[in-house]
């Protein structure tokens, strides 16, 4: 059973860099050819696909966020990282991580989401 586990601060101040990693268990993120992505969902909103990080390490994101967003991974660990520069309060929202199967594909698993709040 893979299970995904958000950490990171829960409140980031306006221009900061918001930062969250997530911790896998039960698979591996080399494994071919899982995708694993950040989501996220503002208060009142739908949810929102913001990048991913392939088995192989290559990186794909939301063209709306790509100029503020980089996910890096670390497979000694078997975590992966989000990076948002420059959050406003919009960015306030619940993070979530999750592997699929390939872009555009369903996820199939998912954290439990960590809310981040953005506010001075």
């Known amino acids: 059973q893979v299970q995904l586990q958000e950490s990171g601060p829960g409140l980031v101040k306006p221009s900061q860099t918001l930062s969250l990693t997530c911790t896998v268990s039960?698979?591996?993120?080399?494994?071919?050819?899982?995708?694993w992505s950040w989501i996220r969902q503002p208060p009142g909103k739908g949810l929102e696909w913001m990048g991913a990080?392939?088995?192989?390490?290559?990186?794909y994101y939301s063209p709306s966020l790509k100029s503020r967003t980089s996910i890096s991974r670390d497979t000694s660990k078997n975590q992966f990282t989000l990076q948002l520069s420059s959050v406003t309060p919009e960015d306030t929202a619940v993070y979530y991580c999750?592997?699929?199967?390939?872009?555009?594909?369903?996820?199939?698993?998912w954290g439990q989401g960590t809310q981040v709040t953005v506010s001075s």
């Open positions: 999750a592997r699929g199967g390939g872009l555009g594909y369903p996820w199939d698993y």
């Open positions: 990080i392939a088995y192989s390490g290559s990186t």
């Open positions: 039960g698979g591996s993120i080399t494994t071919n050819y899982y995708y």
